[in-house]
């Protein structure tokens, strides 16, 4: 990489952070692209040119987010030892994640655009993890040996979108008492075992 290819990684780079650390703040819908680009310490002309809009800038930001945190699963998967304990962990530590996905959303102009957005992206990058850590779990006899990509794919698909559904308080009152006081952790027990008594898990 030549020295003017340096110099725009580091500008994108520094936006991307201001753009981050302001979701984190939850002040991003707030903050104007004069006041990012001031505390980014480059001009709004060039977040323009890198991002085209408010809305692609928060995109980028949160995709760095989802690597980040993809990056923390593989690691899990390469050195924890007990399926359970792995599983368990990477589906609590999601819900949690979807939660911090949820907060950036809301902050755009535009949210079913960004949310679309976002969920192109990560069923690009988590599909691949996600086929591995069951594959992990068919040579441990965890899982079943006869199930296709394409149906464990729905299956994760599947829990994801009832799993935002359940974090994202919009529909809140919509929920019965019962539905709402579904815990993070009792929620993925169901996902894994449904009803079965404890008795009859593997």
């Known amino acids: 990489m030549n020295g003017f290819g340096k110099q ?26 004069k006041e990012i680009a001031a505390d980014a310490k480059v001009s709004q002309v060039t977040i323009y040119n890198y991002f085209g809009s408010k809305d692609e800038l928060l995109i980028e930001a949160v995709r760095g987010m989802m690597d980040e945190q993809l990056e923390q699963y593989r690691r899990r998967l390469s050195e924890e030892a007990d399926y359970s304990k792995l599983v368990g962990g990477i ?59 394409a149906e464990l794919l729905f299956y994760f698909g599947m829990y994801q979108r009832e799993m935002i559904r359940m974090l994202d308080g919009s529909d809140r009152e919509e929920r019965t008492g019962a539905a709402g006081a579904v815990s ?19």
């Open 184 to 202: 993070e952790e009792r929620f993925i027990d169901f996902f894994f075992h449904g009803l079965l008594s404890p008795r009859f898990r593997v």
């Open 8 to 33: 725009t990684e580091r500008k994108r780079s520094a936006i991307i952070e201001v753009a981050g650390r302001k979701l984190a703040e939850l002040s991003y819908n707030r903050a104007t692209m």
């Open 91 to 149: 589906m609590l530590e999601e819900a949690r994640f979807v939660k911090r996905i949820i907060a950036c959303v809301r902050q755009s102009a535009d949210s079913g655009f960004v949310h679309a957005r976002l969920r192109e992206y990560q069923d690009v990058q988590l599909a691949p993890f996600l086929i591995e850590l069951v594959k992990k779990g068919v040579r441990e006899g965890r899982i079943a040996e006869d199930l296709t990509e």
